[in-house]
């Protein structure tokens, strides 16, 4: 059984993708690619001062080179940005190139946690505990049915770390489908 050799995790923002990418890698000897991360540097400028500079959509287009680019790399986790699924063909981009699995998280969870680190966030940086909640909650209404067709669903409270490697390792590359 030929197992897979690129893997991608989607999830909302603070669904704890960076983190998680970061371990797997190390469990499996790969690489991790921190999609935001690799904008960042690409652009030698924060997503928040692209954002202020030159809008959404400019982002998302860009977003959607790196991931194309990405999707040839072997043997990498790739922490995709929160938007990423939802725009262009990006899910269908990643379904035909690797696992996807989407990390879910509750909506209040997100809150916790995005409250303290909003500000690199431009989508999320001027919302106050209320507005977040509201945003999260729709935002999550909206994006998940998208989320919903990785590959993989796991909870992102409850897994272990430790336990993405075997997950990883057992799905057979055979079932990777659009
Ligand atoms: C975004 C999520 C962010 C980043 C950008 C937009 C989104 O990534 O790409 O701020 O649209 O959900 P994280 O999910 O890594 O926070």
Excluded at 84 to 100: E, I, Q, R, W
Aim: charged fraction near 25%; charge should be neutral.
């Amino acid at each position: 059984m030929a197992s897979v050799e690129r893997v991608y995790l989607i999830g909302f923002m603070g669904s704890g993708k960076s983190t998680i990418g970061r371990f797997i890698a190390i469990d499996m000897g790969w690489t991790n690619i921190d999609m935001d991360h690799a904008f960042e540097k690409e652009h030698n400028c924060t997503i928040s001062s692209f954002f202020e500079q030159h809008g959404e959509q400019a982002f998302r287009d860009e977003e959607e080179k790196i991931l194309k680019r990405l999707s040839t790399e072997k043997k990498v986790i790739i922490s995709t940005g929160g938007g990423v699924p939802c725009y262009a063909n990006n899910m269908s981009v990643m379904k035909s190139s690797g696992l996807t699995i989407y990390i879910q998280v509750d909506a209040y969870v997100l809150m916790n946690r995005l409250e303290s680190a909003k500000e690199s966030r431009p989508l999320i940086r001027s919302k106050n505990k209320d507005e977040l909640l509201h945003y999260i909650k729709s935002k999550l209404a909206e994006r998940e049915p998208i989320y919903n067709t990785a590959h993989m669903i796991v909870d992102g409270q409850a897994l272990p770390f430790y336990c993405y490697k075997m997950l990883i390792e057992m799905f057979p590359k055979e079932e990777l489908k659009q």
